[in-house]
Each structure stands twice: as C-alpha cells, then as structure tokens.
C-alpha cells in the first residue's frame, strides 16, 4: 500500500496509505499522509506532510528544446521504456530541503529544488515555486507569504534554541510549553548580562 525506493527515515515516522516516496530521508517523528509524493527530498523533524501533497516531481525543459517529452532528454524510459539517449540530457530532478517543524497541507505542490525553513506553514492546495522563509505562512497560486507565524524575536530564538533536536524525555517534560510561545520562550531564553 505504500511505495518507498532508496530512502532513510528517523524514529517514529508514520507513511500512510499510498504514500509514494523516493531517493528520500524523513528526519524523527515526520509523517506523511494517505497518497502523498515525496521525491528527492531531505525533510527534517516534526513535520506534517497532509494528503495528496506533491514534493520535487520532475521538471521538463519550457525553453530551448524543440520539445518538452523526456524521449528526447531521458534515459528513464517515461514513454512505455522508451528512450532516444544513451545520456541524461537535462536535470529532471533537483533536491528539496524541507526544515524542522514544517507543516504542509493537503493538495499543496512543491516544486523540485526548493528551500522550506524551519516552522513554516504552507497552506493546502498552494503550488511552491520558490524558497520559503522559517516561520512564514505562504499560501496560493504561486504561493506568496502570507503573514509570520510570530516576531522577529521569537522567531530567532526559536531558530537558535532547536527544540527539535531535545530528547523524548525533554519533549515530554516540557510538552505544556509548547502550548504558548511566551511560556516557552520565558522559560528558556537566557537572561541578559548585565555591565
């Protein structure tokens, strides 16, 4: 029910029904819902990756070639194992980085080689055409920001103290924090030195 080729997971991930994932590493408690598709992509920890999603499909040639078909450029065999070259001719797959604590909601599309950073929220049904910031909302076709998920503060120090890389047993502890980010960030942001 699920197709997986040549990936690395982490601990406590979930592939759910039809979940198709390639040349792909899934960082710790990372999920992918039912018939999503994750290509060649790196995606860190605590990430939500919601039904239907499209991460890193091939890309085909919009200029230059006479034709976009990957009978001209592909050694791949798209077009039934047919292929009219002995080398790969044109890049179809570039990597995507998708960073901690990333939610991705259904339908959304992401194009090959893009850059997610850490926090952000890509709304459902959005097609990602370029990097998006840590902690930002983006939304839409193509997708745009939409707003920030908190301050300029906060976010730094949320970039700088990675929560995600803290134990189970730390998570666990601290899980009531995690409800409010003032809670949070009072509790373990480092008092400043006074001159």
């Known amino acids: 029910m699920v197709e997986v080729k040549n990936c690395s997971f982490g601990n406590y991930n979930t592939l759910y029904k039809y979940a198709r994932l390639r040349n792909t590493s899934l960082g710790d408690y990372t999920y992918v819902a039912r018939e999503a598709q994750v290509h060649h992509a790196q995606v860190g920890k605590f ?24 009978l001209f450029y592909s050694t791949r065999g798209q077009a039934s194992g047919l292929t009219l070259v002995k080398k790969d001719l044109f890049k179809e797959y570039e990597e995507t980085i998708i960073g901690h604590d990333v939610w991705i909601g259904a339908n959304a599309i992401i194009k090959s080689g893009i850059t997610i950073g ?30 920030y ?28 924090l995690f409800l409010d980010i003032d809670s949070f960030i009072h509790q ?5 030195q006074q001159d």
């Open 118 to 147: 850490d926090g952000a929220i890509i709304a459902a049904g959005a097609v990602v055409s370029k990097d998006v910031e840590p902690y930002s909302v983006v939304g839409g076709v193509p997708a745009k920001t939409i707003k």
């Open 188 to 192: 373990y942001q480092q008092p400043k």
């Open 47 to 70: 990430c939500c990756i919601g039904p239907n999603v499209k991460i890193g499909l091939g890309a085909h040639p919009s200029s230059g070639y006479v034709s976009s078909h990957p």
């Open 149 to 176: 998920r908190f301050d300029d503060n906060k976010i730094a120090f949320l970039r700088s103290f990675k929560w995600w890389d803290k134990d189970l047993n730390w998570l666990k502890n601290n899980q009531i």
